[in-house]
């Protein structure tokens, strides 16, 4: 944090000083300001070379290819897409999302999601943009049949701009992802019905990925959900430490092949999208190249 004010200080003072960053975050209209930004990279890219351009090809982490073979990342996608019950519906994502989906809804620092300069984000997480999906899907349906749950699903390539260490960590990765939206209907029943739902098509997929070792481990975060935790077929993890503050209630991961594979839990996202106390929204999504990496 240190090093990035640091930065930016040098920045703002070759920039003329800190008032330019008041003028471009918040007076500047963001229409004036893209096309600022759009002149700028014109400019910018204007003055590259195919040699500079090769130059930072091969430099620059986000643009290199994937080192997990094609052929056998493909047949992960397959396996993981063949755990999926029919009553969920797969989209295909676009590859950015809105400005903000991801630290609006997360929470995510901005500085770890690529932004653009048109007022959007490359995606970091393909159960941010399902949860936008599922919230229109469920505004439109809400006065015919608010009980019936939206089920989505997604394979989705992903770029997270910090850094990961491990042998398996990659700056862009695909996802498979699942989202279910719904009404509260008490005692808990959305909760128990589609948290036991999640798991079970995960450690489906990750058993078609070839991991038959597939474990899953919960995490209670609001002792209500105890009941919740106690109905899965998953080991208490009550230690975990990642995911609170993000996720509400319970929350989960899955592990194959040595490795953690997948994570998920309940969010008030579509809550806060439909301004509906009501509304309940689960979450989860397997790392797919993890599982085609062995």
Known sequence: MAERASALERVLKQAGGPEI???LAERLPGADL????????????????????????????FVAPAPIPFGRLRRAEDAALSALPEEFEPVVLAPVVPLGTHSALGPVDQNKVVSTIRN????????????????LRR????????????????????????????AVSYAHFTLFALVTA?????????????????????????????????ESRVTVLDERFERVAAELDATPDPGREGGRGYYTGLCFKVYGKGL?????????????LLGNRKERLLISALGVDRLASG
């Not at 984000?121 to 919230?135: C, K, R």
């Not at 439109?140 to 749950?149: F, I, K, L, V």
């Not at 948290?195 to 070839?210: D, P, Q, W």
């Open 21 to 23: 960053l008041d003028v």
């Open 34 to 61: 893209t096309t600022l930004l759009l002149e700028t990279m014109r400019r910018r890219s204007g003055a590259l070379s195919p040699a500079d351009v090769l130059r930072r090809y091969g430099h620059d982490r």
């Open 120 to 135: 959007s984000e490359v995606a970091a997480d393909p159960t941010n943009a399902l949860a936008l999906e599922a919230a």
């Open 139 to 166: 505004r439109a349906q809400s006065a015919d049949d608010p009980g019936r749950p939206v089920r989505l699903a997604a394979l989705q390539r992903v770029v997270r701009a910090q850094r990961f260490e491990g």
């Open 182 to 214: 719904g009404r509260d209907t008490g005692n808990l029943a959305f909760e128990r019905q589609h948290a036991a739902e999640h798991l079970a098509i995960l450690t489906a997929a990750v058993r078609a990925c070839g991991a038959p070792e597939a």
């Open 260 to 272: 953690e594979a997948g994570d998920g839990g309940f969010v008030d996202w579509t809550a806060r």
